[in-house]
Protein backbone atom coordinates (compact mmCIF):
# COMPACT_ATOMS: atom_id res chain seq x y z
CA UNK A 1 0.00 0.00 0.00
CA UNK A 2 1.22 3.67 -0.89
CA UNK A 3 1.58 6.16 1.71
CA UNK A 4 -0.28 9.58 0.05
CA UNK A 5 2.02 12.17 0.58
CA UNK A 6 1.80 15.05 2.40
CA UNK A 7 2.33 18.39 1.37
CA UNK A 8 5.80 19.88 1.14
CA UNK A 9 7.25 22.16 3.59
CA UNK A 10 8.46 25.25 3.04
CA UNK A 11 12.05 24.93 3.52
CA UNK A 12 11.72 21.89 1.34
CA UNK A 13 10.17 23.71 -1.52
CA UNK A 14 12.06 26.75 -1.18
CA UNK A 15 15.60 24.26 -1.77
CA UNK A 16 14.08 22.79 -4.48
CA UNK A 17 12.68 26.62 -6.21
CA UNK A 18 15.85 26.86 -8.49
CA UNK A 19 16.18 23.78 -9.99
CA UNK A 20 12.23 23.68 -10.43
CA UNK A 21 12.74 27.28 -12.49
CA UNK A 22 15.36 25.20 -14.16
CA UNK A 23 13.03 22.45 -14.66
CA UNK A 24 15.54 20.15 -13.60
CA UNK A 25 13.12 17.72 -11.21
CA UNK A 26 11.51 15.08 -11.32
CA UNK A 27 7.58 15.68 -12.35
CA UNK A 28 6.45 14.41 -8.90
CA UNK A 29 9.04 17.14 -7.45
CA UNK A 30 7.83 19.13 -10.05
CA UNK A 31 3.97 18.62 -8.65
CA UNK A 32 4.85 18.92 -5.19
CA UNK A 33 6.41 22.01 -5.53
CA UNK A 34 3.30 23.40 -7.72
CA UNK A 35 0.88 22.12 -5.06
CA UNK A 36 2.76 23.83 -2.29
CA UNK A 37 2.94 27.50 -4.36
CA UNK A 38 -0.55 26.73 -4.90
CA UNK A 39 -1.31 27.83 -1.43
CA UNK A 40 1.88 29.65 0.19
CA UNK A 41 2.14 32.96 -0.54
CA UNK A 42 5.61 33.39 0.93
CA UNK A 43 6.74 30.57 -1.25
CA UNK A 44 5.59 32.22 -4.76
CA UNK A 45 7.69 35.14 -3.37
CA UNK A 46 10.92 33.47 -2.75
CA UNK A 47 10.25 31.77 -6.22
CA UNK A 48 10.03 35.60 -7.85
CA UNK A 49 13.11 36.65 -6.03
CA UNK A 50 14.66 33.65 -7.33
CA UNK A 51 13.93 34.36 -10.86
CA UNK A 52 15.00 38.05 -10.27
CA UNK A 53 18.59 36.84 -8.63
CA UNK A 54 18.99 34.69 -11.86
CA UNK A 55 18.15 37.69 -14.22
CA UNK A 56 20.52 39.49 -11.96
CA UNK A 57 23.50 36.70 -12.14
CA UNK A 58 22.95 36.35 -15.64
CA UNK A 59 23.34 40.34 -16.86
CA UNK A 60 26.70 40.02 -15.01
CA UNK A 61 27.99 38.95 -17.79
CA UNK A 62 30.94 40.05 -20.35
CA UNK A 63 31.82 43.78 -20.54
CA UNK A 64 34.06 45.78 -22.39
CA UNK A 65 37.93 45.13 -21.39
CA UNK A 66 39.35 48.27 -19.46
CA UNK A 67 42.18 49.86 -21.91
CA UNK A 68 45.10 48.64 -20.35
CA UNK A 69 43.94 44.65 -20.11
CA UNK A 70 43.26 44.73 -23.41
CA UNK A 71 46.68 46.14 -25.03
CA UNK A 72 48.60 43.62 -22.80
CA UNK A 73 46.39 40.73 -23.67
CA UNK A 74 46.76 41.41 -27.26
CA UNK A 75 50.45 41.96 -27.36
CA UNK A 76 50.37 38.46 -25.79
CA UNK A 77 48.62 37.17 -28.34
CA UNK A 78 50.48 38.90 -30.99
CA UNK A 79 53.93 37.45 -29.61
CA UNK A 80 52.53 33.52 -29.60
CA UNK B 1 49.89 31.58 -52.37
CA UNK B 2 53.10 30.25 -51.55
CA UNK B 3 55.77 31.37 -53.35
CA UNK B 4 57.67 28.81 -55.94
CA UNK B 5 60.97 27.88 -54.90
CA UNK B 6 59.59 27.82 -51.30
CA UNK B 7 60.10 24.70 -50.41
CA UNK B 8 58.20 22.47 -48.10
CA UNK B 9 59.85 24.06 -44.98
CA UNK B 10 58.38 27.45 -46.25
CA UNK B 11 55.19 26.07 -46.67
CA UNK B 12 54.85 24.72 -43.37
CA UNK B 13 55.96 27.73 -41.69
CA UNK B 14 53.11 29.63 -44.00
CA UNK B 15 50.57 27.05 -43.15
CA UNK B 16 51.41 27.64 -39.31
CA UNK B 17 51.39 31.68 -39.87
CA UNK B 18 47.97 31.19 -41.31
CA UNK B 19 46.75 28.94 -38.13
CA UNK B 20 48.31 31.66 -35.93
CA UNK B 21 46.40 34.37 -37.60
CA UNK B 22 43.59 32.41 -37.07
CA UNK B 23 43.48 31.42 -33.63
CA UNK B 24 44.49 35.50 -32.72
CA UNK B 25 41.39 36.66 -34.05
CA UNK B 26 39.14 34.08 -32.79
CA UNK B 27 40.95 34.33 -29.34
CA UNK B 28 40.85 38.17 -29.69
CA UNK B 29 37.05 38.09 -30.04
CA UNK B 30 37.08 36.03 -26.90
CA UNK B 31 39.11 38.01 -24.76
CA UNK B 32 36.46 40.49 -22.63
CA UNK B 33 34.12 36.72 -22.03
CA UNK B 34 37.47 35.38 -21.43
CA UNK B 35 38.57 37.88 -19.18
CA UNK B 36 35.28 38.73 -17.24
CA UNK B 37 35.25 34.99 -16.06
CA UNK B 38 38.63 35.55 -14.50
CA UNK B 39 37.58 38.27 -12.82
CA UNK B 40 35.19 36.44 -10.91
CA UNK B 41 37.06 33.39 -10.36
CA UNK B 42 40.25 34.96 -8.84
CA UNK B 43 40.67 38.05 -6.55
CA UNK B 44 44.13 38.82 -8.68
CA UNK B 45 45.80 37.31 -11.24
CA UNK B 46 42.91 37.42 -13.60
CA UNK B 47 44.91 38.15 -16.94
CA UNK B 48 47.69 35.91 -16.05
CA UNK B 49 44.73 33.26 -16.01
CA UNK B 50 43.49 34.34 -19.07
CA UNK B 51 47.08 34.63 -20.73
CA UNK B 52 47.74 30.91 -19.59
CA UNK B 53 44.56 29.73 -21.45
CA UNK B 54 45.25 31.63 -24.70
CA UNK B 55 49.02 29.48 -24.39
CA UNK B 56 47.19 25.97 -24.05
CA UNK B 57 44.66 26.96 -26.43
CA UNK B 58 47.32 27.90 -28.88
CA UNK B 59 48.63 24.74 -28.33
CA UNK B 60 46.09 22.60 -28.93
CA UNK B 61 44.02 25.17 -31.27
CA UNK B 62 44.28 21.84 -33.28
CA UNK B 63 41.39 19.75 -31.32
CA UNK B 64 38.79 22.81 -32.10
CA UNK B 65 37.09 21.14 -34.71
CA UNK B 66 34.99 24.29 -35.13
CA UNK B 67 35.67 28.18 -34.82
CA UNK B 68 32.11 28.99 -34.07
CA UNK B 69 32.77 26.69 -30.76
CA UNK B 70 35.54 28.81 -29.44
CA UNK B 71 34.04 30.72 -27.15
CA UNK B 72 32.96 27.80 -24.49
CA UNK B 73 36.33 26.05 -25.69
CA UNK B 74 38.74 28.46 -24.68
CA UNK B 75 36.04 29.47 -21.19
CA UNK B 76 36.99 25.45 -19.99
CA UNK B 77 40.67 25.61 -20.96
CA UNK B 78 40.49 28.80 -18.94
CA UNK B 79 38.87 26.98 -16.09
CA UNK B 80 40.85 24.47 -16.38
CA UNK B 81 44.06 26.73 -15.76
CA UNK B 82 42.11 27.76 -13.15
CA UNK B 83 41.24 23.92 -10.97
CA UNK B 84 45.07 23.48 -11.44
CA UNK B 85 45.90 26.63 -9.63
CA UNK B 86 43.53 25.78 -7.07
CA UNK B 87 45.09 22.11 -6.87
CA UNK B 88 48.66 23.97 -6.23
CA UNK B 89 47.54 25.69 -3.53
CA UNK B 90 46.26 22.67 -2.13
CA UNK B 91 44.04 23.80 0.57
CA UNK B 92 41.17 22.16 1.60
CA UNK B 93 38.14 23.70 0.69
CA UNK B 94 35.08 22.43 2.63
CA UNK B 95 32.54 20.59 1.23
CA UNK B 96 29.57 20.46 3.55
CA UNK B 97 29.66 23.50 5.85
CA UNK B 98 27.55 23.67 8.72
CA UNK B 99 26.54 26.51 9.63
CA UNK B 100 22.92 28.37 9.55
CA UNK B 101 23.57 29.09 5.80
CA UNK B 102 21.04 26.66 4.79
CA UNK B 103 18.07 28.38 6.68
CA UNK B 104 18.96 32.17 5.51
CA UNK B 105 16.58 33.75 2.67
CA UNK B 106 17.35 36.84 1.37
CA UNK B 107 14.02 37.14 0.32
CA UNK B 108 12.39 36.47 4.10
CA UNK B 109 15.37 39.30 5.69
CA UNK B 110 14.30 41.93 3.03
CA UNK B 111 10.83 41.65 3.68
CA UNK B 112 11.41 41.69 7.54
CA UNK B 113 14.05 44.42 7.96
CA UNK B 114 12.49 46.71 5.08
CA UNK B 115 16.10 48.34 3.98
CA UNK B 116 14.65 50.57 1.38
CA UNK B 117 11.67 51.58 3.41
CA UNK B 118 10.18 54.02 0.56
CA UNK B 119 10.75 51.33 -2.35
CA UNK B 120 7.75 49.85 -4.04
CA UNK B 121 10.21 47.10 -5.43
CA UNK B 122 12.24 46.49 -2.59
CA UNK B 123 13.77 43.27 -3.63
CA UNK B 124 14.57 44.42 -7.41
CA UNK B 125 15.92 47.90 -6.09
CA UNK B 126 18.17 46.18 -3.40
CA UNK B 127 19.81 44.18 -6.25
CA UNK B 128 20.25 47.22 -8.20
CA UNK B 129 22.05 48.82 -5.93
CA UNK B 130 24.77 46.02 -6.54
CA UNK B 131 27.29 47.12 -9.29
CA UNK B 132 29.45 45.13 -11.45
CA UNK B 133 32.43 45.54 -8.68
CA UNK B 134 30.44 44.93 -5.66
CA UNK B 135 28.95 41.53 -6.94
CA UNK B 136 32.09 40.62 -7.88
CA UNK B 137 33.08 41.13 -3.94
CA UNK B 138 30.75 39.34 -2.48
CA UNK B 139 31.52 36.51 -5.02
CA UNK B 140 35.06 36.34 -3.63
CA UNK B 141 34.05 36.15 -0.59
CA UNK B 142 32.64 32.84 -0.83
CA UNK B 143 34.36 29.51 -0.96
CA UNK B 144 35.71 28.66 -4.54
CA UNK B 145 34.03 25.77 -5.15
CA UNK B 146 31.00 26.91 -4.20
CA UNK B 147 31.79 30.49 -6.27
CA UNK B 148 32.98 28.35 -9.77
CA UNK B 149 29.70 26.68 -9.76
CA UNK B 150 27.70 29.66 -9.00
CA UNK B 151 29.96 31.57 -11.95
CA UNK B 152 30.16 29.01 -14.32
CA UNK B 153 26.06 28.00 -14.03
CA UNK B 154 24.63 30.98 -13.69
CA UNK B 155 26.63 34.02 -15.29
CA UNK B 156 28.47 32.12 -17.75
CA UNK B 157 25.23 30.15 -19.02
CA UNK B 158 26.64 26.88 -19.06
CA UNK B 159 24.62 23.67 -18.70
CA UNK B 160 24.66 21.79 -14.95
CA UNK B 161 25.81 18.82 -16.75
CA UNK B 162 28.76 20.79 -18.39
CA UNK B 163 29.61 22.23 -15.17
CA UNK B 164 30.22 19.00 -13.42
CA UNK B 165 32.56 17.95 -16.66
CA UNK B 166 34.33 21.04 -16.04
CA UNK B 167 34.85 20.74 -12.88
CA UNK B 168 35.25 17.19 -12.76
CA UNK B 169 32.79 16.23 -10.31
CA UNK B 170 29.60 14.17 -10.23
CA UNK B 171 26.63 16.06 -11.22
CA UNK B 172 25.35 15.31 -8.00
CA UNK B 173 28.13 17.42 -6.32
CA UNK B 174 27.42 19.98 -8.41
CA UNK B 175 24.16 20.23 -7.33
CA UNK B 176 24.79 20.39 -4.05
CA UNK B 177 27.50 22.91 -4.51
CA UNK B 178 25.16 25.43 -6.38
CA UNK B 179 22.53 24.78 -3.51
CA UNK B 180 24.68 26.08 -0.94
CA UNK B 181 26.70 28.75 -2.94
CA UNK B 182 23.09 30.53 -3.68
CA UNK B 183 21.95 30.38 -0.12
CA UNK B 184 25.68 31.28 0.85
CA UNK B 185 25.54 34.15 -2.35
CA UNK B 186 22.31 35.44 -0.82
CA UNK B 187 23.86 35.68 2.79
CA UNK B 188 27.11 37.60 1.94
CA UNK B 189 24.62 40.02 -0.57
CA UNK B 190 23.27 40.89 2.68
CA UNK B 191 26.10 40.90 5.17
CA UNK B 192 28.26 43.03 2.01
CA UNK B 193 25.22 45.76 2.00
CA UNK B 194 25.34 46.12 6.09
CA UNK B 195 29.18 46.47 6.22
CA UNK B 196 30.22 48.96 3.27
CA UNK B 197 26.69 50.80 3.84
CA UNK B 198 26.14 50.07 -0.26
CA UNK B 199 22.13 51.30 0.18
CA UNK B 200 23.36 54.61 1.89
CA UNK B 201 25.71 55.74 -0.75
CA UNK B 202 22.81 57.10 -2.80
CA UNK B 203 22.83 54.40 -5.39
CA UNK B 204 18.86 53.52 -5.33
CA UNK B 205 16.55 56.31 -3.09
Known amino acids: MTVKPGPIPCSEAVRQLWDYLDQAVSPEDQ?????????????CGELEFAKQLRGFLASQGADELPPHVQARLERFLADL | MPQPGLGIGGLMVEVQDRTRESFQRLATAELPALYWLARRLVRDGAEDLVQEALLRGYRSYATLRQDAAAGP????????????????????????????????????????QDPLPYSDTLHHDYLRAFAREDVREVLLRLPEIYRAALVLRYMDGFATKEVARLLEV?????????HRGRKRFERELWVYAQETGLLLKGTVQ
Open chain 2, 170 to 178: PLGTVLARL
Open chain 2, 73 to 112: WLKSILVNVFRDQLRRQARAVEELPVDQVEDFSLYQTLVE
Open chain 1, 31 to 43: EKVEQHLSFCRTC
